[in-house]
């Protein structure tokens, strides 16, 4: 397993300005998002475009024991724009992939692993950098827990050379150790 790399980035701050750039030029009111981390950094970008939210998290405003489909959160707040990780459109993750490959630069042709959650960030990724080749890596954390109703799971499986959902411990002891102190302000990495 030595012959693959852990890739050194994530595209969540990419995905924060996307988002708040384009809901501060929409009709959308505020934002809501669901997630298992909180939305703090999502928030913080939100704030400078005086964009209201609804952050529903296990430290947010309101929390919940079950998952969510796209349409019962549309029903529930019509007027909001759905941040949850793993509901962006296309064209809002193409954004997110343009800005990545812009700020990020070339890279090599190697395969890397990625920490996965809702797969969002691998597929932005995947698309900014078509010619290189990821494996998804789930239940490193909370953050990275797989989720059987996800719906990126099959968009994952498209673009990555192979998922892993339980990792090795031979695998864990490759990643770096920034990665490790990254993922573990959310414990549960092995």
């Known amino acids: 397993m030595t012959d693959k790399l852990w890739w050194p980035h994530t595209s969540k701050e990419y995905r924060h300005y996307v988002i708040s750039d384009y809901v501060n030029n929409s009709d959308h009111l505020g934002v809501v998002c ?45 007027n909001l724009f759905d941040a949850t990780s793993g509901h962006l459109q296309p064209p809002l993750m193409d954004r997110t992939a343009e800005l990545m490959k812009q700020s990020l630069g070339k890279f090599d042709k190697a395969t890397y692993y990625v920490p996965t959650g809702s ?47 339980e990792p090795t411990l031979e695998m864990l002891q490759t990643m770096p150790q920034a990665e490790k102190d990254r993922l573990s302000g959310q414990p549960k990495l092995h």
């Open 119 to 165: 797969g969002e960030s691998l597929i932005c990724t995947a698309m900014a950098y078509p010619h290189l080749n990821f494996v998804a890596v789930y239940n490193l954390n909370d953050v990275t827990q797989h989720n059987p109703q996800s719906p990126l799971n099959k968009m994952v499986a498209a673009v990555c050379e192979d998922v892993i959902v």
């Open 34 to 78: 669901f997630s298992v981390a909180g939305m703090q950094a999502l928030a913080t970008s939100l704030d400078v475009y005086d964009i209201p939210y609804i952050d529903i998290s296990p430290h947010g405003a309101l929390q919940t024991n079950r998952w969510w489909s796209l349409e019962e959160i549309n029903i529930t707040w019509p």
